[in-house]
């Protein structure tokens, strides 16, 4: 037998998520967002798996160019826009939409050998990371109008806190203003606020996450939410240790045993892309009951604490994340968010197909 680690992967699950985000938006078109290798499910498969959206959104030329040679014909945009003009050319050539964020760009576009350029403006609303500032996106529109260059501008934010409490409010009246009196269609929500502002959903929406079926709230499962996990992260039980009260596990000995125990050593360790910071008490299922990490968290295994599964033996089923235990969970453990474990996935993790 090989290694038994595998990430299954449920298309079925894909496309019921984008049934959802039809569900929360169905006046709006949808980029799915397929950018960092789909969150680490694989670009092109998610992408087959979602062609009923409308179109794709990505990071890098590149990943645009190898959808358009897959054969994938929907709208494709550039979500940080392009990084030199050299890529104008391609990037008309190849049909797809780019974020423009600032006035280098602007000059970019209005002095290269290309037409018909599909270009989403982004306004910083408040989240200050890309950019126009609000004041400044009535003069780039007509700059880029003026060029000549355009097939057409849409006018777009990101919303920095649509996942918490503090919401959108601000962001979203800073938003109509800066676009007052300006023509474009208008494309903010990502998945937070697909699920949650229906005043923010406008012609295009941006789903990330949730297609991935994670929720992007800390108070709201995806289950909540309808949403089903696409990727399982699974595995077996490759030896069983008994071990006695005071005995260690692991590296760095961080875990001592209160009494005699048994421990399941798992064949999964942070080379797979499992989190090394989540520690002792971190959510795993062993033939489908919720045990716990024990100790450090090695290149290749990791521990399991057999307690609650007394009849667990080597071959044992073991669940990382997904059916049966939230990713969401298991990044809240180790401190961090499910889209990092999601695109950490290791490229050495082999991945399985469910229809
Ligand atoms: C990644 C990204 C999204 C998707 O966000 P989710 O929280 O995963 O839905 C939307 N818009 C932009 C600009 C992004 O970079």
């Not at 289950?223 to 692991?250: C, F, H, N, Y």
């Not at 024990?294 to 990382?320: E, F, I, K, Y």
């Amino acid at each position: 037998m090989s290694r038994p680690l595998v990430a299954e992967i449920s298309l079925a699950a894909l496309r019921h998520n984008l049934s959802v985000v039809r569900r929360c938006a169905p006046a709006s078109r949808a980029f799915a967002v397929i950018k960092a290798n789909g969150y680490g499910h694989g670009m092109l498969r998610v992408a087959a798996a979602l062609k009923e959206a409308d179109g794709f959104a990505v990071l890098s030329l590149s990943e645009a160019q190898q959808l358009r040679e897959a054969g994938f014909e929907q709208p494709i945009l550039m979500l940080e826009g392009f990084f030199s003009a050299d890529e104008l050319p391609q990037i008309a050539k190849l049909g797809v939409a780019v974020v423009v964020h600032a006035p280098w760009q602007v000059a970019a576009i209005n002095s290269a050998p290309v037409t018909g350029v599909n270009v989403f403006l982004k306004i910083n609303t408040g989240m200050n990371r890309l950019g126009f500032p609000p004041h400044e996106v009535a003069d780039a529109c007509r700059a880029l109008r003026l060029g000549g260059r355009l097939d057409r501008c849409v006018l777009m934010t990101h919303f920095a806190t649509a996942d918490d409490e503090r919401g959108i409010a601000d962001q979203l009246a800073q938003f109509a203003s800066a676009t007052d009196g300006v023509r474009g269609e208008h494309c903010m929500a990502n998945s937070a606020a697909i699920l949650r502002y229906p005043q923010a959903h406008a012609d295009w929406v941006r789903p990330g996450i949730m297609l991935y079926g994670a929720s992007p709230f800390a108070d709201q499962t995806a289950a909540a939410l309808d949403l089903r996990p696409v990727m399982t992260l699974k595995s077996k039980l490759i030896a069983v240790q008994s071990v006695s009260a005071g005995e260690a596990v692991g590296y760095g000995r961080t875990f001592v045993a209160e009494q005699a125990m048994t421990v399941g050593i798992v064949a999964c360790g942070y080379a797979d892309g499992y989190p090394r910071h989540a520690g002792t008490g971190t959510p795993v299922l062993v033939e489908g009951q919720r045990t716990r990490l024990l100790g450090r968290v090695s290149m290749d295994m990791l521990a399991v604490d057999l307690t609650p599964v007394p009849l667990a033996g080597v071959g044992s089923t073991v669940v990382l994340w997904g059916e049966g235990l939230p990713v969401e969970e298991v990044a809240a453990a180790a401190g961090t968010i499910s889209y990092e474990l999601l695109t950490a996935l290791a490229a050495r993790v082999p991945v399985r197909e469910l229809p």
